[in-house]
């Protein structure tokens, strides 16, 4: 699978390693990114594949700098924890990288050419197929915002990215998956991507929101070729 071929070409030493750090990766050490402590509410037990926030009010309050005392002792004890973008920071969040490498293939997106060199994740899920990638933009339009990722062809959901600010979180690099493997990262840099290039990668994924848009995708050209403008108006049911 792309990308997830660098994890697994990996010497097992190096692989080992990885898993065994106790800290947040270098990457995510500036003030750009937030951070809050995860458990399991179920057992009660912080490292067991923990997705809920302990402490109340963390999207405003609550959360941490990489050197607080209280992520860095959390973290330390191999709890899970999880990371907010901030400033110019942003998160996409995939859950099926099959599917966007194959509309890359298609030609309908660059989700190669914009992430594959980008700090990654590789989610604990047992599938392999879910992943974290964390990328800067200048882009002010979406801060604070969520955007959903849909296959326009198919309908199903792709994952979402979480811009700077928005209140929400991922679970951060060597935590536990529910599955019982950890989320990995690898050691390339945070990419920029440019407000252009960020515009265009996600307007595929956006719903048509003017109505001569909407009309001219769900009425073939043909129709509107074939039509004048009194016939066209009569055909559609309009009145000037």
């Known amino acids: 699978m792309w990308l997830w071929c660098e994890f697994v070409n990996m010497a097992e030493e190096e692989v080992a390693l990885k898993l065994a750090e106790n800290t947040i990766p270098r990457q995510l050490q500036h003030g750009e990114f937030r951070f809050i402590r995860l458990f ?27 050197t607080d005392s209280y992520i860095v002792k959390h973290v330390n004890r191999r709890n899970n924890y999880g990371v907010l ?3 110019q920071m942003c998160i996409l969040d995939v859950d099926d990288i099959e599917q966007l490498v194959q509309l890359d293939n298609e030609g309908k997106i660059s989700f190669k050419e914009l992430f594959q060199d980008t700090f990654t994740v590789i989610s604990g899920h ?45 679970v951060g690099p060597n935590s536990m998956h529910d599955h019982g493997n950890r989320y990995v990262a690898n050691d390339k840099e945070i990419v920029n991507i440019s407000t252009r290039d960020f515009e265009k990668f996600i307007n595929y994924f956006l719903p048509v929101a003017d109505d001569t848009a909407q009309y001219q995708k769900r ?13 066209l108006t009569s055909k559609l049911g309009l009145k000037i």
Request: with cysteine.
């Open 40 to 66: 399991n509410p179920t057992t009660g037990k912080f490292p067991k594949a923990g997705k809920e926030p302990m402490d109340k009010g963390w999207p405003t309050e609550m959360n941490y700098a990489y």
């Open 219 to 231: 009425i073939p050209k043909s129709f509107f070729d074939s039509c004048s403008q009194s016939s």
């Open 85 to 87: 973008p901030r400033g």
């Open 126 to 170: 047992k599938s392999g197929n879910h992943g974290h990638y964390y990328f800067r933009t200048s882009s002010k339009r979406w801060n604070g915002k969520k955007i959903i990722l849909t296959n326009p062809d198919t309908g199903d959901h792709l994952g979402e990215i979480y811009m700077s600010d928005f209140s929400g979180f991922v």
